[in-house]
């Protein structure tokens, strides 16, 4: 073996790396010493002649970070643009979770994922979606059975089973749910405010892993309790600062930083895992512990036992940066990706593609809500979280209609199915978005992504969904029948083949167009997304309805 002779002194390495300060994230140790190369492996530490040597001048060397949960399609990117994103930013290694374009798509979907990720300077792993559709409350494009997923589990790089989010039927023993544990070895979580018994419940049907704790306390009962917490910090849900804390010298092999749901303007304007780093950081936590929650953690989780560290035998997966965390070398497999902070590798070249079609009927008569006595529920959305609560509130009436009343910032919300022609149309309203006129709609709509719009009338709210429906799905914001600022996303009403920087500023001119509404919301395609997500508490909207806590409520008391 190569690696051997050249660990051992009797042959060059292909690669040095010298001058490194190396952060040892088994002892904690920051050592300065060089790294050597050979082919894809690191052949050892200490001092090497090399083919090519680099010179790191007092750099810190860290293993490449590995992102443990994330959906890509919430970066509106395909996985090649969402690589190209991601890798000059440090990460080497990416555990998605393909069920949002599961949800529109189902197989089809997670084989365009599986075969856009190919020969990427980033290794993008794929978690089997467990939950598609997540739920009986909403209609999805796709439906995985149990014996899909013993399918999947022959697909090159899917390591586990996706976030099981129907926590409720594990808890109640429910045998369509619990047939598709133990099919994968690796079972990922997903319990919110989950605790005590119904906790255990959860947890002793062989699911060790949660993103969705919001407080140190749920935090501290799932790690005893055996469970590897990823601390998310996305684009709407931002759970960092109110768990750093709960990290320390005795627990930190039991979490991960993770992002979960990422816009395109956060990855530019904040960076990936580099900027999860940075903001702990920022709240207390020491360098070696914030690196090991994005290197050695996740692998271990994942039990990916060829990375996450940098010792021999190990894949070359390297990042090397300066005390602010700037990114200015990444060594993937032995190759430098990345130099002096610019890419360093030739992507494929991609052209705009259209997945998936719309089958979607828009009646007008199916958003009107006639007035009864009672009041309405109204869901109130609270802000950077994806947890929402209930409102009792007067409705305003019209015509003998209940309308959105934006003094009171009440609109009205409304889904719409978009895969199998049902015609369903879920109507109920919201507060909290603040816009005076107008409508927002998206065909991003966790998890099934149907066609979501909120709007002050009814006009724009109808106009709102024939501008998706023409565009094939993506975000866009109206007013009086004219469309103020759209971003397509062709690729199953969800992605686009295009830079991140370019659907940023798209999407900086949907916020525009937003706030010039009145909205107040920082990111309000986000928060709208995540109000069809009925797995989430308290209150969500379908196409079936409104969604109370895994009933069908109705939209008065």
Known sequence: MKVVDVAAGRMPADLVLKNARLINVRTGDVEETSVAVAGDRIAGIGEYSGIEELDLGGLFLSPGFIEGHIHIESSMMTPVFFAKTVVYRGTTTVIADPHEIANVLGIQGIEFMVRDSENLPVDI??????????????????????????????FSRIVGLGEMMNFPGIVHNIPEVISKLGIFEIQDGHAPLLKEKDLNAYISAGIYSDHECTEAREAIEKVKKGMHVMIR???????????????????????????????????VEEGHLDGIIKKALDHGMDLVTAIRLVTINTAGYFRLHDRGEIVPG????????????????????????????ALNFTFPEVSERRIGNFNIKVDQSKVKIPSRSGRIRVIRIIEGNLLTEQDFCEPRIKGGYVVSDPQRDIIKLTVWERHRGTGNVGVGFVRGFGIKR????????HDSHNVIVAGVDDEDILYAVDVLKDMGG???????????????????????????????SLEGSLNQAYRELGGRLKNPFMQLSFLALPVIPRLKLTDIGLIEDFRVVDVFT
Request: aromatic share 6%; hydrophobic share 45%; proline share 5%.
């Open 314 to 341: 190990k894949l070359a997966d390297m990042v090397a940066f300066d005390e602010n965390l700037n990114i200015e070398f990444v060594v993937k497999k032995g190759r430098i990706v990345v130099k002096n902070g």
């Open 474 to 504: 993506g975000l866009v914001v109206v007013e009086k029948g004219k469309v103020l600022a759209s971003l397509a996303l062709p690729v199953a009403g969800l992605m686009a083949d295009r830079e991140a920087e370019e659907l940023a």
């Open 233 to 267: 910090e996305g684009t709407a849900a931002r759970n960092l600062v109110s768990l750093v804390e709960v990290v320390n010298s005795r627990n930190w092999p039991f979490f991960s930083f993770v992002s979960d749901d990422r816009h395109p303007s956060t990855f």
């Open 125 to 154: 792993f794929y978690t089997a979606p467990s939950c598609v559709p997540a739920t009986d409350l909403e209609t999805a494009g796709a439906k995985i059975t149990p014996e899909e997923l013993k399918k999947l589990k022959s």
């Open 438 to 445: 107008g409508a927002i709609g998206s065909t991003v709509a």
